[in-house]
Each structure stands twice: as C-alpha cells, then as structure tokens.
C-alpha cells in the first residue's frame, strides 16, 4: 500500500483495515461521522429521523449534540453494526488508529436481542430525553407515508413477481465512511462483509438507497429492484429505490 492525502493526518500509508463490532462508547463518533458523511444528500434535509418506520423507535442524543436531528438509534440498539478501524502510518512513521466508518445491517434472522443497557436507554432514557426536546418534527402523515413506501418497495422486491422472490435478505441500513477516510477501501470491505454473508447463506443484500448513494451501489453490482413514485414533503422530493445484489444475479428478460 502507498501513501496517499488525508485531510486530518497529511501523507499516510494505511497499513491494515480491521471491522468488529461496535459498542455503544463508539456511538458518539459514530454519529458525527455519519452526519458528515451525509451532509450533502438531498434525503437528509427532510427533518424526519431517519429509521422511521424500520426498526429504530428512538433516537440518539448525539444528534442534538451535532445540531441535527435525524439521527437513528438504531446503531446501538438493534442488528449489526460492525466499525472499521484503519491503522495507518503518517510521515515520520508514526503508527495510528482511527474509527473511520461503519455499517449497519439487519441480518435475515432479524434484529439480535438487546442488552440490558440498551434496553434501558432505548425504553427508559431516550424517550424521556425525547419528550422534553423532541427529535423529529414531522407530522404522523409523513411519517405513515414514507413507512408505507419502505414496506412497499420490500414487498415489491419479494413479494411474487419480485427480482428476490422469497429470499432471504441481509438489510444493508446504513454504510458510510469519514469524508477524511473516503478512497481507501474501507466501503467495499464493509459492503464485502455482507457480500460474503449472503453467500454464505444463499441470500442477497437489500437495500433502500438515497440519491447520493445510487452511482456508488450500482457500481458495486446492485440492481434496481423497485422504484415507487417519490413522496413530496415541504416541497423536497423524497425518494428511497429498493436495490438488490445477488449471489447469482437474474438474467434479465
Ligand atoms: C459511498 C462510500 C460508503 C464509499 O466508501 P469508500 O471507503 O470511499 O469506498 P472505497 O474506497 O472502498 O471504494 C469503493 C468503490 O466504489 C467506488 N465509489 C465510491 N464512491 C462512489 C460513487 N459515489 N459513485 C460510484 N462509485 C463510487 C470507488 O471508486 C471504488 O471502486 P473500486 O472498488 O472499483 O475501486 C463513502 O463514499 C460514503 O460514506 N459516502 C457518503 C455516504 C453514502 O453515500 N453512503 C452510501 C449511500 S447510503
């Protein structure tokens, strides 16, 4: 591996890229990396949390921390989250670390349990932070629609007729890397995690991508499996295709 630019560090020459799972001490970084990360895609100036109507019912304070509100709490609370860590060298050869991007995954077993702290500050502590200063203003309209085209672009992808007909599927929620770290490889080994698991266990990776992500999944060989009409909220179009990668791709009529 060569040196390359990175914005923080200067020259450094990245000497390994390790993922294991994330813990809730990494919650904090984990959001301010994620809201740098989307900082410029169109879906995230809807003031919406972001995992409404998936698995996430509460959401992080970290979000309010970094003056934003649409962050999921989903990272500590449900699935799988893996973190990459980069261990790189700068110029007078100093060995480094950084948490430099996650991913986040719902696995075809669905959500794992809970530990016990997370179930209290899931069910306990950040509702009540939530009703004293409310993250998420959307009205319960929008947030039935937008629901209802999630649940219809899972349905087109594996209901009858669907490219995934009853399939199993990793749910690829969320991946993403520090604007600082992005071009060194750790997306397409995040991405190849799940690639791996779904064969492993003859199932494919769905997921709901927003405008900003699609050049970089279609790449990567997902395929458009549905694309509903997008939903209009305060004049901003929302729109989410369901996309899937395949072990064995469909031929194509
Ligand atoms: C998309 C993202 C996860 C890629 O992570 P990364 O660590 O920079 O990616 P890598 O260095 O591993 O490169 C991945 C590959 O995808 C390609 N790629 C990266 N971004 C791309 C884009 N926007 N469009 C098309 N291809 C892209 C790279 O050229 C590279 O191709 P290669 O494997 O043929 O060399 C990262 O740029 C990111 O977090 N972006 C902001 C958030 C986002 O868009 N997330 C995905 C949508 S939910």
Redesign the pocket.
């Known amino acids: 591996m060569s040196f390359k630019d990175n914005k923080e560090y200067g020259k450094i020459r990245v000497k390994d890229i390790t993922l294991s799972p994330a813990t809730l001490k990494d919650a904090f970084i984990m959001s301010r990396l994620y809201l740098r990360?989307?900082e410029?895609?169109p879906n995230r100036a809807i003031p919406f949390p972001r995992c409404v109507g998936m698995s996430g019912e509460t959401y992080i304070r970290a979000a309010q921390m970094n003056k934003a509100k649409d962050l999921s709490m989903d990272i500590v609370s449900t699935d799988i989250v893996l973190k990459?860590m980069v261990q790189f060298e700068n110029e007078d050869r100093k060995l480094l670390e950084a948490l430099?991007?996650f991913?986040h995954w719902t696995s075809p077993d669905g959500p794992r349990k809970r530990t016990i702290w997370e179930w209290i500050l899931s069910t306990i502590v950040f509702p009540i932070c939530n009703f004293f200063s409310p993250i998420g203003d959307t009205p319960a309209e929008t947030k039935r629609q937008i629901k209802e085209l999630f649940q219809n672009q899972l349905n087109a992808t594996f209901g009858p007729g669907g490219k995934a007909y009853n399939r199993r599927y990793w749910h690829?929620r969320?991946?993403?890397?520090?604007?600082d770290?992005?071009?060194?490889?750790?997306?397409?080994?995040?991405?190849k995690w799940s690639f791996d698991k779904a064969a492993e266990s003859d199932s494919v990776v769905y997921?709901e991508?927003?405008p900003?992500?699609?050049?970089?999944?279609?790449?990567?060989g997902f395929q458009i499996t549905t694309s509903l009409p997008a939903i209009e909220i305060n004049g901003i179009h929302f729109s989410a295709p369901g996309m899937i990668w395949m072990p064995t791709l469909p031929q194509e009529k």
């Open positions: 990360a989307f410029h895609d990459a430099a991007g991913a690829l969320t991946i993403c890397v520090d604007p770290w992005q071009g060194f490889g750790i997306g397409n080994k995040l991405l997921l991508t927003s900003m992500g699609l050049n970089f999944y279609l790449a990567k």
